[in-house]
């Protein structure tokens, strides 16, 4: 395929990465992740790497940022602040090292030492400190001329105001550089205040950052919950000034790890996660290690910086025209990524719970491929401002469900007329019947207990893993089963013969015969799986495992009154009306009964010296606790069924009489705007663990 020439790609690039360049750098409003201006920007080195005729003076592969954006005092930079190249890849850190070795012979890969050091994705600033008084703070700007933002800075409670010098020596004007970033905890903080008040939500820490920092008056920025590393002092080449007083002699580090400890020495905040490895391969260990933990950081990293560690070393080996040698930034995978989205669909759950979804245009995103995303309810899909056909922002942080962050209105992709804004549908996308939100509620729900999609639901939750674990019969089996005819409910499962499935598509005499011998074993899962595989509400395994120790048979469970089941441990009133309720429905207790005569156990073996896991504590008794949101390691009814265990309740919604409302990830609006006016504490959902242990709120 023959594209445009290449003279004429790399001027189409030059362009390119010049706009991306101003929105990135000086309105702090990017139109493309960073990933598609990485690789934009690498097309153009390889280009103008191929043929050097093709490189011009003025390319933005010669500079580094942007220039100021007028809203500051210009300020010239004593020491230019240089740009990193990076590696995406093992075999380019290589590369870069071999590179080291051809131009100072001497060394050694194996022995040599390196600075390991996260690369904090924030807003790189340069601080000069007078007579060890902070005196200016400037942004990169252009490399060589940046921007005045003292008075903001002055606000970051870790940028110290004066130097320790007597433990440290500096020389009388000194030059300390590193990132002003937002840790991730205060960044989700933020963004859920913004998003109560209606306020501009940030896309991530790096961007809030940069805003906060972008600010006429310093009180906004004192407002918003920044931090100081510190990575280099001066331009990485500190010299002491002839007749700097105190400390003159002596007082430079020899080495980059020995920079570090002096900046501690001072006062500085450096990163405890920085490390001097010795040898290429320990680089790439340290590398692999950093990544593989980069969410358990409290702040966001997006990749590792690596230094040569002897700064004698740097003056020898110098810098090309936009960065140094000596120095490499190794980039991790990218975790936001822009797609198409498709469309906005509604999944019914086995409550009737409508959540509206995203279906995107496929897209590799932290670690594996992204098609769909939940987007909770309603009013999560208008806060997000999506519509199908937007290009949007994708971000999955590792083991994270990956998340639409928003509309990515000015991507060069983004279609020129949006469609209107997406409406929820008002009937069941599979039964037809009407779906319906109750006022102050924030979900939707499809009523209809008969709804195909709600008996799927709960045939699939019966089969699962925590259930009756039964292996096959996942969600696109128990599809065609019941589109089939074949199962209405969980107990039809126990009718299933080999003639009616190997009629089906894609089956054959092996797979039914495995399919019926996996529901055959499921017969004999003791009786606290099958009370996880009913799907009673607040009955979670921790509740069903209690209820099935206190009962032993389904039989004395079903007679039991609500005061027998409150007896026992960890079961209070809440969870014991619930399970009264759900024995007491007459199309349940058909189901049972049939479940009963198919065969199945229902009975709890004593574990042989095993104790039943002791219910948890009361630390909950009497109080209730509303979650919002999506919390870490639960799902909602977990989460509920981990209150209700406690002797909590967890209401759908805010009371003046509410001990707290525990807010996950996208939460519902409502429910936090609510909160706030009745004055329920909020406690963060990382929080949540410590108020299940403690039944107390977590220190903030
Ligand atoms: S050293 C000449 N060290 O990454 C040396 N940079 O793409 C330049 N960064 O502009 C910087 N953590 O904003 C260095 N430990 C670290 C860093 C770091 C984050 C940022 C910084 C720099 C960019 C390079």
Not at 268 to 291: K, M, N, Q
């Amino acid at each position: 395929m023959a594209g445009p020439p290449l003279s004429e790609r790399a001027e189409q690039l030059r362009a390119l990465i010049s706009h991306h360049d101003e929105r990135y750098h000086l309105l702090d409003s990017p139109e493309i992740t960073d990933a598609e201006y990485d690789a934009l920007k690498r097309e153009l080195v390889a280009i103008e790497t191929e043929h050097p005729e093709l490189a011009t003076i003025d390319s933005p592969t010669m500079a580094v940022g942007a220039a100021p954006s007028g809203l500051f005092t210009e300020v010239r930079h004593e020491v230019p602040m240089m740009s990193l190249d990076n590696a995406q890849t093992e075999a380019e850190l290589r590369s870069w090292a071999d590179r080291l070795v051809r131009l100072a012979p001497e060394l050694e890969l194996a022995t040599l030492r390196f600075s390991c050091e996260p690369k904090v994705d924030g807003v790189a600033m340069s601080l000069t400190y007078e007579g060890g008084r902070f005196v200016q703070a400037a942004t990169r700007g252009n490399g060589v001329v940046g921007e005045d933002v003292t008075d903001n800075v002055a606000t970051v409670p870790s940028v110290p105001e004066t130097v320790a010098a007597e433990t440290a020596p500096f020389p009388k004007r000194l030059l300390v550089r590193g990132e002003i970033y937002m840790p991730t905890a205060a960044f989700a903080a933020l963004n859920e205040r913004q998003l109560a008040t209606g306020a501009k939500v940030f896309a991530n820490p790096r961007n809030s950052a940069a805003g906060s920092l972008r600010q006429k008056d310093p009180k906004v920025t004192a407002a918003r919950p920044l931090a100081f590393w510190a990575y280099q002092l001066g331009g990485g080449e500190p010299e002491p000034e002839p007749g700097a007083g105190e400390g003159a002699d002596g007082w430079a580090p020899v080495t980059q790890t020995e920079t570090l400890a002096q900046l501690r020495r001072g006062g500085f905040p450096v990163s405890p996660d920085a490390t001097t490895v010795v040898g290429i391969d320990a680089v790439l260990t340290r590398c692999r290690e950093l990544e593989e933990h980069r969410h358990d950081l409290p702040y966001e990293i997006d990749g590792v910086v690596v230094k040569l560690d002897e700064l004698d070393l740097h003056r020898r080996l110098g810098q090309t025209s936009r960065a140094p040698r000596w120095a490499i930034a190794f980039k991790f995978a990218p975790e936001e990524r822009a797609t198409r989205l498709l469309d906005i669909e509604v999944s019914i759950g086995r409550t009737g719970r409508a959540t509206p979804f995203a279906r995107l245009a496929p897209v590799f995103v932290g670690g594996s491929t992204v098609q769909l995303a939940t987007l909770h309810n309603e009013d999560q899909v208008a806060l997000k401002n999506v519509r199908p056909n937007d290009m949007v922002l994708v971000r999955k942080a590792g083991d994270v469900i990956p998340e639409v962050v928003g509309p990515m209105l000015e991507h060069p992709d983004a279609p020129k007329r949006r469609r209107s804004p997406w409406r929820f549908p008002t009937v069941c996308p599979s039964c037809g019947g009407p779906l319906v939100r109750l006022p102050g509620e924030s979900d939707t729900y499809c009523t209809n207990i008969d709804c195909p999609a709600q008996r799927i639901q709960r045939i699939v939750h019966f089969s699962a893993r925590a259930g009756m674990d039964i292996e096959g019969m996942g969600e696109q089996r128990v599809v065609q089963l019941v589109q089939a005819g074949l199962i209405d409910d969980p107990a039809d499962l126990y009718r299933l013969e080999a003639p009616m499935l190997v009629a089906l598509e894609g089956m054959g005499e092996l797979s039914a015969a495995n399919l019926l011998g996996a529901i055959e074993a499921s017969k004999r899962q003791p009786l606290s799986r099958l009370l996880v595989a009913l799907g009673i509400r607040h009955v979670g395994p921790t509740v069903a495992r209690a209820l099935a120790s206190g009962f032993r048979t389904l039989d004395d469970l079903r007679s039991a009154s609500l005061e027998a089941l409150t007896v026992v441990e960890g079961v209070g009133a809440v969870i014991a009306d619930s399970v009264v309720g759900f024995l007491a429905n007459p199309a349940n207790q058909v189901v049972l009964d049939r479940l009963v005569a198919a065969g199945l156990n229902t009975e709890q073996p004593r574990a042989a010296g095993v104790e039943a896991p002791a219910a948890p504590d009361q630390t909950l008794a009497g109080r209730s606790v509303v979650v919002t949101g999506t919390l870490d390691g639960y799902s909602r009814e977990e989460a509920e069924a981990a209150i209700v265990a406690r002797g909590g309740k967890a209401p759908g919604s805010v009371s003046k009489s509410t001990f707290a409302v525990v807010v996950g990830a996208s939460p519902g609006t409502a429910k936090l705007t609510r909160a706030e006016r009745l004055g329920v504490p909020v406690v963060a959902g990382d929080g949540f663990d410590q108020l299940l242990a403690s039944g107390e709120l977590p220190d903030a």
